[in-house]
C-alpha cells in the first residue's frame, strides 16, 4: 500500500505538479480540454454532450472539469499537466494539436487514461478517436444527387487530413453512385473556425454553379446561412445547425460520441483501459444522420434507408471497389475494399472531385 | 470649481512607484465585481493567480518558460520604444526565425551533429533581423509609417508559416497534418532539470537584459537614441544619424524576437506548429510600457505578467473561469496602469473659475 502510494507520488513528482485535492476513491475526476468555445453547435459541443451522458449515468460518482477555448501550443500542455495535477484520472484532449503534448502526459501516468480527437499516435493509456464520418457523408451524397439542378455539389472544408479527404470522398461516391455525372468542388480554408472565410468560400462555390453545400468540419454555421440565403441546400457535420437553415437543411452528419465516452470512462473504472486507436462509425451508434430535408423524394429516401442499414451492417463498405481516383487510375478493384488503415491515411481524391488536394 | 489636468514640471517620483500597484488594486477590485457577477469563487480565484503559481517547482519553472520570452522581446522593443520607434510586429519577427531555426531539423532530419542547435540560434536571429529590415528599409527609404507595416509584416509571416506547414515542410508521415516533425534532441535545448519544461534559452533573455540595461544607462550610444526618438531634428543638428536609430531599434528586436522564437520551436514545442508564438510578440508591448521603458522595470514588468498567466492557466483549471474573463484581467491590468501612469507626467488641479468683476459689466 505504502509502496502504491510512493509510487503514485513518485509519479506526480516526474510530472512535476502540484496534488491539491486528490480525487477521492469515490469520485472519478475527469478533465476535459476544448479548441473552441462549447457554445450550442459545433465540434466542441458536440464532445460535451457525449460525456453529459457519462454523468448521466454515473452522477456524482463522476465531476468533471471543463477547460473550453484553449488553442493549442505549450499553455494547452500546461492545462492538461494541472488537470493531472489536480487529480483528474480520466482525460479527454478535444483536439489534433494536443496530441504531443497529451501523449507525454500519458506516458508519464501510465495509471491514468486519455482519449484523444483526432491523432494518431496511441499508447497503452491513450487512445486517438476518430468518426467514420464518410458513412454519413456517402447518404448525404445521395440525397444531394436527389436534389442538385445543376449536378455541381460544392464543400467548404478545413484541413486537407484523411478524416475530412475520406468525407468528401464518401460524398462524392455516394452521389455519383446515383448520377455519375455529378462533379465536386473543394475550397480549403485550412481553418476550423473563420466564419467571414467560411461565408465567402460558399459564395465562392454558388457563384461557380453549386447548389448544394456541405459544411466540411466547420465550427461555425456561416456555410449553413448562405445556403439558407441562397437557396441552397445544406448540411454539416457534428450537430445540427438546422435552425440556420430552417427551409434548406439536407441534414446533419451528427456525431454522438456518448457510446465511446461511456465505455471508455467504464473501462477505466474496471482498470481495463487499453489505449487502441478508435475509429468509430455507424456500426458504433457514433455517427448518426437525422434531420432529413423533406424535399428529399419518398422513393430517395428509401434508397437512403437501405443504403444506411447495409452500411451499418457491415455488408456494404464505402470504400468498397472499383474506385478511381482524380487522375483516372483504378486504385481499388471492383471485389476488393480500401483497408482501413489506407483510409485512416487517405491522401487521394475520387474521381469526380474537380479541385485538386492540397499538397 | 473646475478640475483642470495638467503637466507635471517634473516627473512624479511618488506616482512612478505607486502606479502598478494602483493598477493591480483596481483591477482587483474590479474583478471581484466580475466574479461576483459570474458566481466564481473569489478567494479561490486570487489564491490561483497570485499564490498557486509559486506552491510548487514545477509551476515556478513554467513562470521562468513564460518569462523568458516575454522579457527577451520586451527589452527589445522598449529601446525602439525610447527612440519612438513603433515596432509592434515582433509577433512576425518572433514566426520568422522560428520558421528559419526550424528549415535546419528539417533538412536535417537524421542528423545529429552538435552544430545543430549553435545553427539554428544563428538561423532564427538572423530570420527575425532579416524580417524587421523590410520595416527598417521602407521607413527609411519611403518614409513608410513602421506601425503598420510591422502589423502587416505579421500577417505575412503567419500566411508564410501556413504555406510551409501545408506544403513543403509537412511531415511526411503526419498524415497532411499542418505541423513539421517532431524535432530531434540535437535541435532542441537541454532542459534545466528532469522533468520540466524550462530549457537553458532562458539565459538569452538575461544575458540579452544586461547588455540592454549597459547600452541605455552607461552608453552613448543609447542616449544618441533617445534624443533621435524625442527630437530628431536636434540629434541631426547634433550630429545623430536618425536612420540609425530606425535600423538600431528594428534590428535589435527583430534579433531578440527571432531568438525568442527559436527558443520556442526547439524549447517546449519541438516542432514547427500553426500556433506557435501564444502571443508574446504582443504581450511584449504590455511589457515594455508595464515596465515603463526601464530595463530593470522590465524585469518586475515580465516576471509580473508571466505570473499571471501561469495563474490564469490555474485559474481555468481549478476556479473554473472562463478563459475571456482571464483576458479580462490581464487586460484591467494594463489599462488601468497606462491610465495611472499618466499622472506621473500630469496631474488633476481644482481652479476656482474666475469670477468677472461687476465693474466690467456696467461701464
Redesign the interface.
Known sequence: MIKKIAKRLATV??????V?NVASAETLEV?ILLPSPIADVGWSHALVAGMDAVKAKHGDKVNF?V?????????A???M???VG?GAEFLLLGS??YM?GGLKLAKRNPERSFVHASG?KVADNFSPFTAKYYEGAYLMGMAAADLTKTKKLGVVSA????EL?STINGFTLGARSVDPEITVDVIWI?SWFDPAKAQDSAKALLANGADILFSNAQDTPSVVSVGEENGAYVFNLNSSMKEYAPTKYLGVVKTDWAPFFVASVDAHLAGNFEGANQWLGMQDDVVVVEDWSDDISAEMKDKIKAKQDEIASGAVHVYDGPLTNQAGEEVVAAGSRLEDGAI??I?WHVEGINSPL?? | MQLRFEKRLHQSKIMLLAAPFIAIALSVVLSCILLVVLKKPILLTFHSFFIAPFENFYSITEIFLKFGPLLLIAQALAVGFRAKIWNIGAEGQMVIGAIAASAVPVYFVDSTSGWLLPAMIVLGALGGMAWAAIAAFLRTQFNANEILVTLMLTSIALQLLYFLLLGPWKDPMGFNFPQTVMFQDEALFPALFSGVRLNVSIIFPILFTIAVWLFMEKHYGGYKLVVGGLAPSAAGYAGFSSKKAVWGSLLLAGFAAGIAGMSEVAGPIGQLQRSMTSGYGYSAIIVAYLGALNPIGIVFAAFFLAVLHIGGDVALVSAGLPISAVHIFQGMILIFYLSAYAFVNYRLRVVQPVTQPDSAVSS
Not at chain 1, 513528482?13 to 502540484?18: D, H, L, N
Not at chain 1, 477547460?67 to 499553455?75: K, L, M, R, Y
Not at chain 1, 484541413?159 to 484523411?162: L, N
Open positions: 513528482a516526474v510530472a512535476a505538479v502540484m491539491q478533465g472539469n477547460v473550453e477555448n484553449i488553442q493549442e501550443g505549450p499553455d500542455d500546461r492545462i499537466n494541472k488537470m489536480d489534433f494539436g504531443n494518431y484541413f486537407a487530413i484523411p479527404i485550412n485512416l491515411g491522401d492540397p499538397k
